[in-house]
């Protein structure tokens, strides 16, 4: 192998062969990370180091090794998984309690449950292990038997005593649980430091206060400001942003307040927070196998841009529960707010309906109250007080509504394109409770009354919704009926008489193509007329003039009737060309050709056959015909919109908590509350309990403004903090508050996939700022220039690069993960996107730095504000000028280099130019560094 430095030719390195050449490794996050070199003659060298630098990853816990049985880490989770549902503070059954030891001890109403220090005599163990199903606990359908590790636990801490701590908390009654209250506005701290008087840094810094911790000092400006556009829209500053921030160094409040509206007033703004509001919401283009559709709605796309555009007019988060699951009560006349059920017609399962069902209740209840209602669908749930009747209750809602396609304007296929929505399709549709949850298992005798859990209290007020003509009757839509008769208009106009230049030879045969000309027209004429008269027919009937209706439909049935028997005497005719023909035919093989004269005078005899029919049908004078369009259902259940309103309700002390849970995570890397879709009782009262509540009664008094919410919370010093430590003494930090619970500093955070696929096109200048529209080909993800939330985002139709930077999964994805895998640098390295990318950019960044009196430098501080939106420090600035000069020289000697064979070729090439190849070459490292995917 040559020893001498080789050229990298990324264009058709074959990612196999390149994986030596990438690993990422974990950091302290404690630590801040510097572009550095271990070796500068190559460009191999540089990527190695870079790549190393890539990403961080918190500490670790460690794992309690203690010997022996422990009550709170064995013994006590082993009864609330198992034993809670039928024997903790909500039921008790045979007046038994395991949910803490002193209840354990006191036993039931048959007397001692344990004997401590005697297991074999326990009553307790008897049960558990019991050989039959009959005598065994739990019972069969109501949990799991414990197996033979945790019956041996329970022997052990029996045989030693049974012990358990004297200060135990008993649990309460979970309808008493913290987040089953409604929340309450919280008195702000008292201010002790001027700093931290925001309301948000007030209730954190009483924490900082409380602890003893030491706070790090805000951001540097020029991470702050990267910080919130990533935040705020997801994309970078440009340098001219930058800079005028920078040069203007006002770091008054009023400042910092006009860039945070500014960025709440861009139409990007939606686009980021659309994408988390997607994840939340388990957003997914249609997928199927084939042009077979299996799952969620073609078209859905247009409920991904009713996110947006509601996210960006800073619509109400309670009216966006309502139109999301009832616009089609709330709104049935309106197609701009439609599309919002999507938050339904996406759970479309095509082989099962329950399944579908099923999806629905649970999400509904996960998504928007941070309930695990899914967990009573086989039982009562085990932990939260919540019955399997209120599971079928809470399904009851949704039974009567499906799910359909509009028109839209333009286009009369839906399977082009069209508008899914739900609607109520059976308001008779009933809800039987499955045993165990057995779906083949349905307590027919006992159907379900549609219902919300009790525990969270509300008015649950149903009341059924008269629709208007045009949403029953969609083919009436003013829009439809235009298009309809101008589309059998252009029909009409478009039958023509054929050529009269024939040979006399040919004199028959034009008689026979004039006849079947003058029926075509006859039919076009006659599709125009029935049209017409149906329409007219279908208003008079909507319209409720009975002796009208009558006139009309007999006038409708009968165009229809005479289309039918033009229509029936061209087959007649068509069919007799189609025997003349075959009869005709020189054909010299005689079976064949007579086979085919069979063949079309049968097809003859079928087709007078029908046409007799239709003279018949013509006898009628009845005032049956086919009307317009499909007639759905005039009244709604109202179900749906009694539901929205009850969650999107103050009075409801579930739904402000969580949607403050989420956009705090979002912001901070971690939420208030660790488990987001369940607040129910394994979820303890958190830590910052009273910020959240504040935060919550602040949202609902401000119009459900997310805006609001975003606007406070980046304004505030604590989100304004630096992620590292710089000069500030934070070592006792690391003892009380390792995991940074208490936000003595803010949080590192990787980019989002589709943020880090963006910005690589923002840096370059090529991204394609255009809204809306079909979901793109995923394939074509490398290609387009458009943003990465309008790629196909479905079931195994998901760009690779976003997977493996952990884009959400289409079937549930309240939190993403983090991932560190060797993959995810060699996606960003070797993508085509990155690679043309970074080609385009050099050299336009030179053209910006070549007029400097040191123009390498000038590069090399030029590619670090546009890429890393801040400047090279002295070292990276010495590092990466080296490198560009050794780069350089490397390139020229041709000789020496060596090709990669293999992969993709990017569609931009590189320079020949040796000195614009090694620019390049930095653009793209720079692209692959740990600042380019990180928010500091």
């Known amino acids: ?123 307790l163990i008897q049960r558990v292990a019991a050989k039959h199903a009959d005598e065994r606990m739990p019972p069969e359908g109501e949990g799991a038997a414990l197996n033979a590790h945790e019956v041996a636990l329970l022997r052990s801490w029996i045989d030693s005593g049974a012990a358990s701590p004297a200060d135990e908390i008993i649990p309460a009654d979970p309808r008493e649980h913290w987040s089953y209250v409604i929340p309450q506005r919280p008195p702000v701290p008292p201010l002790k430091d001027a700093d931290w008087a925001h309301p948000i840094d007030a209730f954190i810094n009483r924490e900082h206060q409380r602890l003893g911790l030491t706070v790090v000092e805000p951001a540097d400006p020029y991470t702050l400001l990267r910080r919130v556009y990533l935040d705020l829209i997801g994309l970078p500053p440009t340098q001219q942003q930058l800079q005028a921030f920078i040069n203007a160094n006002d770091t008054s409040p009023n400042a910092w307040q006009r860039v945070v509206d500014d960025l709440l007033k861009s139409s990007h703004y939606g686009e980021r927070w659309g994408r988390h509001w997607m994840d939340v919401w388990r957003y997914s283009d249609w997928d199927g196998y084939k042009q077979q559709l299996r799952g969620s709605q073609r078209h859905i796309w247009r409920w991904r841009d009713w996110i947006v555009q509601s996210l960006n007019a800073d619509k109400g988060y309670d009216r966006m529960i309502i139109e999301m699951l009832a616009a089609d009560e709330v709104a049935p006349n309106e197609p701009e707010i439609l599309p919002a059920t999507g938050f339904l017609a996406r759970n479309y399962h095509k082989s099962n309906r329950n399944i579908w069902l099923d999806a629905t209740v649970e999400h509904t209840a996960k998504a928007f109250l941070g309930m695990t209602l899914n967990c009573a669908r086989c039982h009562d749930h085990k932990f939260d007080p919540i019955a399997q009747t209120a599971y079928y209750q809470f399904r009851a809602i949704f039974e009567p509504h499906n799910v359909r396609t509009d028109q839209v304007p333009g286009q009369p296929n839906v399977a082009k394109d069209g508008l899914p929505r739900a609607y109520d399709a059976d308001l008779t549709a009933k809800t039987f409770l499955f045993l165990q949850g057995n779906e083949k298992l349905p307590d027919e005798d006992h159907p379900m009354t549609p219902a919300v859990p009790t525990v969270l209290g509300g008015n649950f007020d149903v009341q059924p919704v008269d629709l208007p003509i045009e949403s029953y009757f969609p083919s009436l839509v003013t829009f439809i009926e235009q298009e309809q008769v101008a589309a059998a208009q252009t029909a009409l106009a478009k039958v023509t008489k054929p050529s009269d230049s024939r040979p006399e030879s040919d004199e028959q045969e034009t008689n026979s193509e004039n006849r079947l000309l003058d029926l075509k027209k006859s039919i076009a004429d006659l599709r125009l007329k029935s049209l017409v008269a149906r329409y007219a027919a279908d208003r008079a009937k909507v319209a409720g003039d009975e002796s009208e209706t009558s006139r009309l439909a007999r006038n409708a049935a009968s165009a229809e009737r005479q289309l039918n028997v033009t229509q029936a005497e061209l087959a007649v005719a068509q069919k007799q060309a189609s025997v003349k023909k075959a009869e005709a035919d020189e054909e010299t093989d005689e079976k064949k050709k007579q086979a085919a004269v069979a063949a079309a005078k049968k097809e003859l005899a079928d087709a007078i056959t029908k046409q007799k029919a239709a003279h018949q049908a013509a006898k009628n004078t009845d005032n049956k015909y086919t009307q317009t369009g499909k007639e759905y259902p005039h009244t709604s259940s109202g179900r749906r919109l009694a539901l929205a309103r009850w969650i999107a309700n103050e009075a409801n002390p579930l739904t402000a908590r969580v949607l403050v849970n989420h956009i705090w995570m979002r912001h901070f890397g971690q939420p208030l509350v660790d488990n987001i879709f369940d607040f129910g009782l394994r ?75 963006d910005n690589v096109l923002a840096v370059s200048g090529q991204l394609d700022t255009t809204m809306g529209g079909a979901d793109i080909d995923y394939n074509k993800g490398e290609e387009t220039r458009r943003r990465s939330i309008y790629l196909r985002h479905a079931y195994e139709k998901q760009m690779t690069m976003l997977v493996l930077f952990d884009a959400a999964s289409p079937n549930e994805c309240y939190r993403r993960s983090e991932s560190i895998i060797p993959q995810q640098a060699l996606a960003l390295l070797n993508s085509t996107l990155s690679l043309s990318q970074s080609r385009l950019l050099a050299p336009e960044l030179w053209q910006a730095a070549s007029t400097d009196q040191s123009p390498q430098q000038s590069f090399v501080r030029t590619a670090f504000l546009q890429i890393l939106s801040r400047p090279p420090t002295d070292n990276e600035l010495a590092a990466c000028s080296d490198f560009l000069t050794k780069q350089s020289a490397t390139l020229s000697d041709t000789s020496d280099l060596n090709t990669f064979i293999g992969g993709t070729a990017a569609k931009i090439t590189p320079s020949t130019d040796p000195q614009q190849r090694a620019r390049e070459n930095l653009v793209q490292v720079l692209m692959n560094h740990n600042d380019f995917v990180t928010v500091r």
């Not at 190559?42 to 500490?59: I, N």
């Open 1 to 123: 192998m040559n020893s001498n430095p080789v050229l990298i030719d990324n264009s058709r390195m074959n990612r196999h062969e390149s994986v030596h050449r990438n690993s990422w490794a974990r950091r302290d996050s404690f630590q801040s990370r510097r572009l550095t070199f271990v070796r500068s003659e190559s460009f191999r060298q540089l990527f190695t180091f870079l790549l190393l630098c890539l990403v961080t990853s918190p500490v670790g816990r460690s794992a309690d090794t203690s010997d022996g049985v422990d009550y709170q880490r064995d013994i006590q989770p082993l009864f609330a998984q198992k034993c809670g549902a039928c024997h903790g503070a909500l039921k008790q059954e045979a007046g038994l309690r395991l949910d803490a030891g002193v209840m354990i001890h006191k036993g039931s109403e048959e007397g001692p449950t344990i004997v401590p220090g005697k297991a074999a005599d326990s009553l």
């Open 683 to 757: 979820s303890a009262k958190p830590r910052h309990a009273d910020l959240l509540d504040w935060l919550a009664v602040e949202l609902m008094k401000n119009n459900w403004s997310m805006k609001h919410l975003h606007r406070l919370i980046v304004t505030s010093r604590t989100w304004q903090m630096a992620s590292t430590t710089g000069e500030t003494d934070t070592s006792e930090n690391r003892t009380v508050d390792r995991d940074n619970d208490f936000l003595w500093r803010m949080n590192f955070q990787r980019m989002d996939a589709e943020i880090i696929r």
